[in-house]
């Protein structure tokens, strides 16, 4: 892996830096990846109306992209058993909190652990 010194770049030191600007390509990559995904998940959703293994879900009060408003009530709905965590850090949180997944899979092994040892 190669580490780039951005404010190295910006003093002007190197000619690789540029700002960002937005890719009108990347917009309709991303755009189009939101409907098949919409799609696929409504195709999951009937072949699979309950999921009967516990799902933890982390989310972004702060998320600009995904309204908690309509998949919050979405979520919990579909999974017997769903643990909702909230965490700051918008919609990337697994690179703000990079140790939330894994805490949220060892919960997960455990409630399972637990539940199958009863």
């Not at 017997?80 to 997944?101: E, K, M, S, T, Y």
């Amino acid at each position: 892996m190669t580490h780039v010194d951005i404010e190295e770049d910006r003093r002007g030191q190197s000619s690789s830096w540029r700002p960002r600007q937005a890719q009108p390509g990347a917009a309709q990559a991303m755009a189009g990846e939101l409907r098949a995904f919409n799609r696929d998940i409504a195709l999951c959703r009937k072949a699979v109306p309950r999921i009967d293994t516990p799902v933890h879900v982390l989310c972004a009060p702060d998320d600009p992209i995904a309204d908690l408003k309509w998949h919050i009530p979405w979520l919990i709905g579909w999974p017997r058993d769903c643990a909702v965590h909230f965490l700051r850090g918008g919609h990337l949180i697994h690179h703000v909190h990079p140790q939330a997944p894994l805490t949220a899979i060892r919960a997960l092994d455990q409630q399972v652990s637990t539940s199958v040892a009863a």
